[in-house]
Nanobody
Framework: QVQLVESGGGLVQAGGSLRLSCAAS????????MGWYRQAPGKQRELVAS???????NYVDSVKGRFTISRDNTKNTVYLQMNSLKSEDTAVYYC???????????WGQGTQVTVSS
């Protein structure tokens, strides 16, 4: 079992920044990829960014150049630095972990990010 606990959401004005954190515990040796997903009201959950154990990253086009995902393997924590936030970034953000077969291991409880225009 892998448990994920997120923190760092909140309310910010457009153009501002937030940093999300996701701490993993439990059977962390199974984790290969960690990622951040988001779900806005009335929309499907989408992958925002992911990072593999080797450090390779992937971003959805809409956040490239604004968001940065990073990982501290010593703390079993993944971060999402969000800069130049836009109102369309408003959503519940979820942390996710996957194994080396890309199978989902666990989801965090979600953290609300609200960007006011």
């Amino acid at each position: 079992q892998v448990q994920l606990v997120e923190s760092g959401g909140g309310l910010v004005q457009a153009g501002g920044s937030l940093r999300l954190s996701c701490a993993a515990s439990g059977n962390i040796l199974r984790i290969n990829t960690m990622g951040w997903y988001r779900q806005a009201p009335g929309k499907q959950r989408e992958l925002v960014a992911s990072i593999s154990r080797d450090g390779s990253t992937n971003y959805v086009d809409s956040v490239k150049g604004r968001f940065t995902i990073s990982r501290d393997n010593t703390k079993n924590t993944v971060y999402l630095q969000m800069n130049s936030l836009k109102s369309e970034d408003t959503a519940v953000y979820y942390c996710n972990s996957r194994d080396n077969l890309r199978l989902s291991l666990s989801w965090g409880q979600g953290t609300q990010v609200t960007v006011s225009s």
